[in-house]
């Protein structure tokens, strides 16, 4: 049986996942988009390299891998991080967790077409059902039938996120999880320096002037992202990923009810019918043959 602390931590990890959304959203009202996520990235990689010098633990990647870890930070942390949040500038912290949720669908596509990976019946059935969902919470998740900018631009932020994934998997044969995610993010953000002064010299640059807002951006950046970041994967160690991805059902609910708790955002239907054909389609994804021969038979 699991340690009850590592489900307890998956419980956790769940909670900020869907709180960081609201946050990042409610943070939004004081910050310009670029310079927040440029802000949150670097206390984050901050945070990683000190683990990382107190454990002694990163190893030199080669120029190959280096290479891998150049695309995974252009597309998961500096494509990924600039269309999110400005998504989420017009946008709903519920849309963004519901958009974000299609990730792993939209990998498995991916590496169909660039890696030649096999999909499965139960696969292309939970890919279907997923992007049905996120069609519905893009075109009537609004006031009015239509795709908002915000939407589209988170869908290009998840489209950057599972890109970066096809580079990540060819990294982890060599390299730990806990060193990608250490060199991919401190990459990205030296990338994303340059958007930062774009957005200055547009005149769009703005920051808080509450001390608050700064200690809210510290601790989504240190707690929700990279403590979450470390619990995430030790429970991945231990409960396996099939059982750690059932955890990643639970975040977009919980941005839509803190959203509307905290920022006011309605909680649209189309938003519930989409995130639960999203969810349910990545579920079937996620089952194997054994476990839906169990379900059957149970039924």
Request: aromatic share 10%.
């Amino acid at each position: 049986m699991p340690d009850r602390s590592v489900i307890g931590k998956l419980w956790g990890v769940s909670l900020l996942w869907g709180c960081n959304f609201v946050a990042s959203a409610y943070m939004l009202r004081e910050f310009s988009p670029i310079l927040l996520s440029f802000a949150r990235l670097v206390v984050m990689s901050l945070f990683l390299l000190s683990v990382a010098a107190i454990h002694k633990s990163l190893r030199k990647p080669t120029p190959r891998e280096w290479g891998l870890l150049l695309f995974a930070g252009i597309f998961g942390t500096l494509i990924n991080q600039l269309f999110y949040f400005k998504g989420l500038e017009d946008s709903t912290a519920g849309n963004a967790s519901l958009i974000v949720a299609l990730a792993p669908i939209a990998t498995t596509l991916l590496s169909r077409v660039f890696l030649k990976e096999t999909v499965t019946p139960l696969k292309l059935a939970g890919a279907i059902l997923a992007l049905i969902g996120v069609a519905g919470i893009v075109l009537y998740g609004g006031k009015s039938f239509g795709a908002s900018a915000g939407d589209v631009y988170l869908l290009l932020a998840m489209l950057g996120m599972s890109v970066s994934l096809l580079f990540i998997r060819q990294l982890t044969n060599a390299l730990s999880s806990y060193e990608v995610t250490i060199y991919s993010t401190v990459i990205g953000t030296v990338l994303m320096a340059p958007a930062v002064g774009v957005e200055a010299f547009q005149g769009n640059f703005h920051w808080s002037h509450h001390v608050l807002t700064w200690v809210l951006l510290v601790g989504v950046a240190v707690i929700g992202q990279g403590l979450a970041g470390f619990w995430w994967n030790q429970g991945i160690a231990v409960v396996g990923p099939s059982a750690s991805a059932m955890f990643m059902n639970i975040p977009p609910f919980i941005a839509i009810v803190v959203g509307y708790l905290v920022l006011g955002d309605p909680i649209r239907a189309a938003q519930i019918g989409g995130g639960i054909l999203i969810l349910a389609g990545v579920t079937i994804a996620n089952l194997k043959p054994k476990q839906l021969r169990k379900a059957e038979v149970g039924a």
